[in-house]
């Protein structure tokens, strides 16, 4: 239990003064934030403010809403005059699951530095008069901006005989646009709007993925295909002890902006026209690259509902030399969560997505210079099967069978001449329920 009395709140946007001010290094802190619903940027808080709490080893976070009267929480949207409730933001929805494991289990570290600030008890009743001066003094007028994206501050005490001068606290030079913790863990490139993370434990990235670099981190590159103004993508442990890059499952969250129905920009500050519920949540096209341990042999992934349960059916990631390549795209998929398992047997495909008897399907030769024949095994007749070529963007390219199947064997010709060289997917699905996939490699 935390004594109110006891408690400190700090703001997204707080200024560096107020927030450095209050975080006395003996007493909770506490991360608060307040912001217009809808917001275009929640999904980029949702990295963003438990990175950083964590990094500045706050104790809490505290997402709330302020509402100009008692009839406003029950409204659905806004106007120019009111703000509502986190808890109708799909965007925020989408990343709480992932934020809250990153903070709740510690999943970043806090600063390696901490910079204490001394004051006087004459100053502090002196700082809001003295506002002008500030820059005299080692307190936040003359900090960097970048200051607390680097270091952990706060204020060591408020009776010093000897007040924190700007001489006494220096900082190391920073890349023009570009902050990165001194843990290493998290970069923020705020020239360019992209915020990574990156530790054992959770990797992700959040803003403007689709630039043509995308976001990396040591196990991950993100690509997002679709051209979306702000993007986040959060890839975290379900078992805070494993590292992202071994065997076991996984959790990967994707998320973008989103507004109602109506809503109308000005510019990038404001808007006119507040629209109308539903909210209309912009859709991700992502392309993942995974590297991960050698013991890994195959990655499935596993589309979730709400509530963490199986939504549609799994598919397997591409392992194209040493890494994994997986897109996935929104307007398929129809959700945010997906499982990442992690598998050390690439039998376990096929266990994975049969019962009630063995499928299979091989390619011989699956190095195709000119044909390869595809066999398929099923364990009994099926009515609608479909045998597609799958490009590595996830894309249906071309159709080898759309029909029936008899029990046990049956083969097609493949002709790979109308296509160019490159990884692809041959795709079986037996009556939308049973999946198996076959990589192949087509060279000219």
Known sequence: MCIRDRLRYYGYATNLYDVSFKAHDKQPLMASVQQPFPNNY????????????????????????YSQGLNDVTKDVIDSAQ??????????????????????NGLIKKSNNTIKIQQSESRVNLLARGSNYWGNFAIPGSFPGYTMAVNRIVIDSINAQNPSQINDI?????????AITDTREIDWEYGV??????????????????RSEGATTDNLNITTLTQNATSTVIWTGINPKQKLDTIGRSFLTISSRCE??????????????????????????????????SNVKAIRVLPLNEKGNKLSEPFYATKIGDEFRITI???????????????????????EINTGGKYSLSASPNLIFDYSKITIDVPYFVKDATLDLINLLGEKVA??????????????????????????????????????????????
């Open 42 to 65: 929640m999904s980029e808080m949702g990295l963003f403010l438990p990175s950083y709490a964590l990094h500045q080893d706050w104790d809490g976070i505290v997402w709330n809403y």
């Open 260 to 293: 109602p129905t109506g809503w109308q920009w000005v510019d990038t500050n404001s808007a006119k026209g507040w629209g109308v519920a539903p909210m209309i949540m912009d859709v991700v096209k992502a392309r993942l690259a995974v590297k991960v341990n």
């Open 399 to 444: 159709s080898i069978h759309n029909g029936s199947l008899n029990s046990g064997i049956s083969e097609f010709q493949f002709d790979s001449h109308d296509f160019p060289s490159g990884n692809y997917i041959i795709k079986l699905v037996c009556e939308n329920k049973k999946q198996i996939f076959q990589n192949i490699r087509i060279q000219k």
């Open 329 to 351: 795209d929104q307007n398929q998929t129809k959700t945010a969560w997906f499982s990442l398992e992690l598998q050390d047997n690439t039998n376990s495909i096929e266990s």
């Open 83 to 104: 703000w509502n409730q986190n808890s109708k933001n799909p965007s925020f929805i989408a990343v709480l699951p992932a934020m809250a494991n990153v903070f709740r």
């Open 193 to 210: 709007g992209v915020l990574t993370v990156n530790t054992p434990f959770v990797q992700g990235a959040s803003g403007l993925l689709s």
């Open 170 to 178: 220096g900082f190391p030079p920073q890349t023009a646009g570009d």
